[in-house]
């Protein structure tokens, strides 16, 4: 599986876990790129805007609330400064996903399920980096599964299930 | 598959699983563990030339197949979100 070579891009990671943050800052800072780490600050936008990153990548299920990733999301992609910064949302909330497939797919979203195969991301990463947010489209990225979608042609080679 | 590659798919399973463990119903997280197990298995022989991490995946393995799953119950957040729809 290609991923797209261009390197030395700053992308913003939204996570409460620390583990989960400092995997990925091997995993980003392994592609080459440069990693912002937020704990969690879901409410305040202006940091993004201030950071303005070439890449978000944030799950959805954060904070007390645990819809708060979402709620982050929804005010990236509704803020003029901040509408057409690519995102990916790393989640193992397959029912959400598949519920609000249609607003992913309108708002250039790419999705990879937890857990996730690290090439998969890799290349999620790569295609987010490289397509412009107007023009990409959301899609689960290979061997990705959603229930009630038709993932035939996709690679499931690593034979993972769909979840629920 | 390089070393590290290795290292960063072991953790990237057992780092998600683990906190998926604390926070999902047991449905939920058979599924995940069926698809984490999934994913070690693919590791596959890429990891014998290294024998610390196939102690690692023999660990990681263990760890799964031992756990004793969550109780079925409305603690699993995305089974929340999707009540009635």
């Known amino acids: 599986m290609a991923v797209p070579d261009r390197k030395g891009q700053h992308i913003l990671v939204v996570n409460d876990t620390e583990e989960i943050l400092d995997l990925f800052r091997d995993i980003v800072e392994g592609l080459g790129h440069r990693m912002t780490a937020w704990s969690f600050s879901p409410d305040d936008l ?5 950071i303005k990153p070439d890449l978000i990548v944030l799950d ?8 708060q990733g979402w709620a982050l999301l929804q005010k990236v992609r509704m803020s003029r400064e901040t509408e057409d ?6 989640t193992a909330a397959t029912n959400w996903v598949r519920e609000q ?21 890799e290349h ?11 023009t990409a489209s959301s899609e689960l990225d290979e061997g990705e599964t959603v229930p009630g979608r038709d993932m035939s042609s996709a ?4 034979g993972e299930a769909p979840t629920r | 598959m390089e070393r590290r590659h290795i290292e960063l798919q072991l953790r990237a399973v057992l780092v998600t699983y683990r906190i998926e463990f604390k926070r999902r119903d047991s449905a939920t997280m058979e ?10 298995d ?12 196939q102690a690692a995946l023999r660990d990681a393995r263990r760890e799964m197949d031992g756990a004793e799953m969550p109780p079925t119950a409305a603690t699993d957040r995305d089974v929340e979100t999707t009540e009635g729809t």
């Open chain 1, 124 to 134: 999620a990463i790569g295609q987010a980096l490289e397509l412009p947010a107007v």
């Open chain 1, 85 to 90: 910064i690519p995102v990916v949302v790393c």
């Open chain 2, 31 to 40: 599924t995940f563990r069926a698809r984490a197990l999934s994913l070690l």
């Open chain 1, 155 to 158: 690679d499931q080679s690593n």
């Open chain 1, 60 to 67: 959805i299920m954060l904070g007390p609330t645990e819809l």
């Open chain 1, 101 to 121: 497939e249609g607003w992913l797919a309108a708002n250039a979203v790419k999705v990879v399920l937890k857990p996730f195969k690290i090439e998969h991301l």
């Open chain 1, 46 to 50: 202006a940091k993004v805007t201030e």
């Open chain 2, 42 to 53: 693919g590791l596959g022989d890429e990891i014998t030339p290294y024998p610390d991490l």
